[in-house]
């Protein structure tokens, strides 16, 4: 995500003014996500699908291994309650159009999207678990990833990225690129991180006047858009303000 730009669509609420006032981003507990299996997969059986798969009698022999240990399961899982996690969608036309975005994250329309930018070394490798675009899927693929692969640091690792950067195909529509941090809360940013800010449909003139003004004031953010309809019977467009 060398200095590219993604997108956070926001309901209007008291959090979003403290993340413009105090400029920050919020790394979420797997807990507080609305996918209920988003990093909170069922490791064990993921490794039982790899077995169910598996043709190689010492490679399914290995991996039992992992379920005969009665306490792998417990603390795979412990590990990672207390991880946080920074979603966002990557930054384009077409994810700024989408309607399921606005929907679901801003409010019906009424909310807005802010669009961040971050340099490639915006994050050191200390701060941060880990990085990527989030892979969306029926079942998580553990094809190849097991197989006569006897190495148990090659296979946390797999699993590792199965457990944190898979979700269910219905998810899509979010391109969903995240970032993962050791502890959950507030992580302060760059001010001028804050690129863009483009309001819904639906957004009340006041909270458009008011967002304007604090992100103004407070992140020096002078780009601000509005969807409005298009010419199209079902589309809109970013107008700027």
């Given at each position: 995500?060398?200095?590219?730009?993604?997108?956070?669509?926001?309901?209007?609420?008291?959090?979003?003014?403290?993340?413009?006032?105090?400029?920050?981003?919020?790394?979420?507990?797997?807990?507080?996500?609305?996918?209920?299996?988003?990093?909170?997969?069922?490791?064990?059986?993921?490794?039982?699908?790899?077995?169910?798969?598996?043709?190689?009698?010492?490679?399914?022999?290995?991996?039992?291994?992992?379920?005969?240990?009665?306490?792998?399961?417990?603390?795979?899982?412990?590990?990672?309650?207390?991880?946080?996690?920074?979603?966002?969608?990557?930054?384009?036309?077409?994810?700024?159009?989408?309607?399921?975005?606005?929907?679901?994250?801003?409010?019906?329309?009424?909310?807005?999207?802010?669009?961040?930018?971050?340099?490639?070394?915006?994050?050191?490798?200390?701060?941060?678990?880990?990085?990527?675009?989030?892979?969306?899927?029926?079942?998580?693929?553990?094809?190849?990833?097991?197989?006569?692969?006897?190495?148990?640091?090659?296979?946390?690792?797999?699993?590792?990225?199965?457990?944190?950067?898979?979700?269910?195909?219905?998810?899509?529509?979010?391109?969903?690129?995240?970032?993962?941090?050791?502890?959950?809360?507030?992580?302060?940013?760059?001010?001028?991180?804050?690129?863009?800010?483009?309001?819904?449909?639906?957004?009340?003139?006041?909270?458009?006047?008011?967002?304007?003004?604090?992100?103004?004031?407070?992140?020096?953010?002078?780009?601000?858009?509005?969807m409005q309809h298009d010419d199209s019977a079902m589309g809109f467009k970013a107008v700027k303000l």
């Amino acid at each position: 995500m060398s200095d590219a730009c993604c997108l956070k669509f926001r309901a209007i609420n008291k959090y979003l003014i403290e993340s413009l006032v105090n400029p920050s981003i919020y790394f979420a507990n797997p807990g507080q996500l609305n996918d209920p299996f988003d990093c909170r997969m069922d490791v064990n059986k993921i490794i039982s699908s790899a077995i169910h798969k598996e043709k190689d009698q010492r490679q399914k022999d290995f991996l039992l291994s992992f379920l005969d240990n009665k306490s792998f399961g417990e603390n795979w899982k412990s590990q990672f309650e207390n991880i946080g996690v920074f979603s966002v969608s990557m930054c384009s036309e077409i994810t700024k159009k989408q309607s399921l975005m606005w929907s679901h994250y801003a409010d019906e329309h009424r909310g807005l999207c802010v669009t961040y930018s971050f340099s490639g070394d915006y994050f050191t490798n200390a701060e941060l678990l880990a990085k990527g675009m989030v892979q969306y899927c029926a079942a998580p693929d553990v094809s190849g990833v097991f197989s006569s692969n006897f190495d148990p640091v090659k296979i946390t690792q797999a699993l590792l990225y199965i457990f944190l950067f898979n979700k269910s195909s219905e998810w899509g529509y979010e391109s969903e690129f995240r970032l993962l941090k050791y502890s959950s809360g507030t992580f302060p940013i760059n001010p001028s991180s804050i690129h863009e800010i483009c309001f819904g449909l639906r957004t009340p003139k006041s909270d458009i006047d008011f967002i304007k003004k604090i992100a103004s004031d407070y992140c020096g953010c002078t780009s601000f858009y509005q969807m409005q309809h298009d010419d199209s019977a079902m589309g809109f467009k970013a107008v700027k303000l």
